[in-house]
């Protein structure tokens, strides 16, 4: 494993995997390369899984709306095609026309709103008749870290990005979010509502935390 070391005055020895993903060793004068090398060793399981947690948010940041570039839709994964094309459509490929030179961010996430809110009405519509549980609005959310909100007017708002996850995902968030609505708090009884709904729907949560970091684009 390659790493870098910096030697100076400081008492203690870290590691740290700066935003290229590389492995700084930041150590006193005295401490050998023997010690530095067995505590990269002991330390590998932890190195390795920070420098994917910085890859990985390297590549879904500083997109640049150019051919072959993947894009996710419902849980799919579409290379995006310029063109002159009139608008956005989705087929084999994400068209992206090339008169949103410099716009592509604004554009491409106001396509995914507008279909986000489709699919996301017509889920709560699904979810509603088998349930009962009534939505009073629904409306999108640009909230950086939640996925879906239940007011006590049991208003609902789904976070827009959600559209680039499986359906199965949008539909555990639908489920959780309609659930809310006859019972406010995570509670036992509420989880067993929602294990009503959706038996699995932990594996569906799960999912969410694992792979929430794609699920943007930027
Ligand atoms: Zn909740």
Same mark, same amino acid.
């Given at each position: 494993m390659a790493y870098k070391i910096i030697r100076s005055k400081r008492k203690t020895i870290s590691l740290i995997i700066n935003d290229t993903a590389d492995l700084i060793v930041r150590a006193p004068m005295r401490i050998t390369n023997e010690y530095v090398l067995e505590l990269i060793v002991k330390k590998q399981k932890w190195i390795l899984k920070k420098q994917r947690e910085v890859l990985n948010r390297r590549k879904i940041?500083?997109?640049?709306?150019?051919?072959g570039e993947k894009f996710w839709y419902l849980g799919n994964n579409y290379e995006l095609k310029r063109g002159e094309y009139q608008e956005i459509t989705l087929d084999r490929y994400l068209f992206l026309p090339n +008169?949103?030179? +410099?716009?592509e961010l604004k554009m491409l996430t106001q396509w995914y709103q507008k279909e986000a809110l489709e699919i996301f009405f017509d889920r709560i519509r699904v979810y509603s008749e088998i349930t009962g549980w009534k939505c009073n609005k629904l409306q999108l959310s640009n909230a950086k870290k939640q996925w879906g909100v239940c007011d006590n007017s049991n208003n609902i708002k789904l976070n827009w990005?959600?559209?680039?996850?499986?359906l199965t995902i949008i539909d555990y968030v639908v489920i959780h979010e309609l659930a809310h609505t006859v019972?406010?708090?995570?509670?036992k009884r509420f989880w067993e509502k929602v294990a009503g709904i959706m038996p699995d729907y932990k594996i569906k949560r799960q999912w969410l935390k694992d792979n929430s970091k794609y699920l943007n684009i930027e």
């Open positions: 940041k500083n997109q640049e709306f150019i051919d +008169k949103y030179t +410099k716009k990005r959600l559209i680039m996850a499986p019972e406010p708090n995570h509670s």
